[in-house]
Nanobody, 126 residues
Framework: QVQLVESGGGLVQAGGSLRLTCAASGRTRSGYVMGWFRQAPGKGREFVAAISWSGGSIYYADSVKSRFTISRDNAKNTVYLQMNSLKPEDTAVYYC???????????????????WGKGTLVTVSS
């Protein structure tokens, strides 16, 4: 079992930046794919970004491409989501997720991953 804990959410004005952090613990091992998803009020869960174990493969949703950056530090079992140029439509609960298998192509993760954190709320005011 893998535990994921997100932090870094909060209230920010449109155009601002936030960095989300996800700390993984438990039965973590090399090869895990990590990702971020979000769920806006009244909407379904949406894929945001995914990153392979090495960081050499990264996939973004079109809605965040060029504004968000996913990265990871395997020595710290941590994954980050740097969010710049935030828009009110980015308001959502952001969830960290993990898949224990090796990278299978970005679009594979649109449906979700195996392990989930409890989420952190990001609110972007206009």
């Amino acid at each position: 079992q893998v535990q994921l804990v997100e932090s870094g959410g909060g209230l920010v004005q449109a155009g601002g930046s936030l960095r989300l952090t996800c700390a993984a613990s438990g039965r973590t091992r090399s090869g895990y794919v990590m990702g971020w998803f979000r769920q806006a009020p009244g909407k379904g869960r949406e894929f945001v970004a995914a990153i392979s174990w090495s960081g050499g493969s990264i996939y973004y949703a079109d809605s965040v491409k060029s504004r968000f950056t996913i990265s990871r530090d395997n020595a710290k079992n941590t994954v980050y989501l740097q969010m710049n140029s935030l828009k009110p439509e980015d308001t959502a609960v952001y969830y960290c997720a993990a898949d224990p298998n090796s990278w299978r192509g970005g679009s594979y993760y649109l449906a979700g991953m195996d392990y989930w954190g409890k989420g952190t709320l990001v609110t972007v005011s206009s």
